[in-house]
T-cell receptor
């Protein structure tokens, strides 16, 4: 079946540090890949996406590249801020399953001043 | 434009009861999906509706059901509640078509089963 595996948290960083959250997937088809973020007290919102191999999604200083050869979609940010503290979810969606996303377990990121 | 609206925000029920949760999608969105979020299992897909038809279904027992109305509003129902049904239930809506591969989530309904 389809699955998403992401690194466990919490990940604790100091402000301006480099952030990487690893995400790998298993899929029977050719999925689109997403990163969603859940800030404290808020709903899930899309951070970035990539729909085909070698695509790079980017938003708010975050980047992730769709690597088909390693079935990965790692999230990176060069210099985190306290406001980046949140739970980050990696997700996939197959082309024939419009609203059916497979989410990873989520990684909590805590950025300290 | 208003976001995805879920009601109620909180619910407390006892085992054996049933519950109905409501979701109003963003105007113009015809796809509505439901997810269950728990600390142990994370986000699990329940089902998706499009134009009043269930289009996809997750691996949940038949006690979990849903429907969609002609105005795209959706409800989900859980019958014979169990303690393990305590969770945050999230509704998401989306547009169709290439370039619209994005779910817009509501704030959720927090269900506690005692």
């Amino acid at each position: 079946g389809n699955s998403v595996t992401q690194m466990e948290g919490p990940v604790t960083l100091s402000e301006e540090a480099f952030l990487t959250i690893n995400c790998t997937y298993t899929a029977t088809g050719y999925p689109s890949l997403f990163w969603y973020v859940q800030y404290p007290g808020e709903g899930l919102q899309l951070l970035l996406k990539a729909t085909k191999a070698d695509d790079k999604g980017s938003n708010k200083g975050f980047e992730a590249t769709y690597r088909k050869e390693t079935t990965s979609f790692h999230l990176e940010k060069g210099s985190v801020q306290v406001s980046d503290s949140a739970v980050y979810f990696c997700a996939l969606r197959l082309t024939d399953s419009w609203g059916k996303f497979q989410f990873g377990a989520g990684t909590q990121v805590v950025v300290t001043p | 434009k208003a976001g995805v609206t879920q009601t109620p925000r909180y619910l407390i029920k006892t085992r054996g009861q049933q519950v109905t949760l409501s979701c109003s999608p963003i105007s113009g969105h015809r796809s509505v999906s439901w997810y269950q979020q728990t600390p142990g299992q994370g986000l699990q897909f329940l089902f998706e509706y499009f134009s009043e038809t269930q289009r996809n279904k997750g691996n949940f027992p038949g006690r979990f059901s849903g429907r969609q109305f002609s105005n795209s509003r959706s409800e989900m129902n859980v019958s014979t509640l169990e303690l393990g049904d305590s969770a945050l239930y999230l509704c998401a809506s989306s547009l169709e078509g290439i370039g619209n591969e994005k779910l817009f989530f509501g704030s959720g309904t927090q269900l506690s089963v005692l």
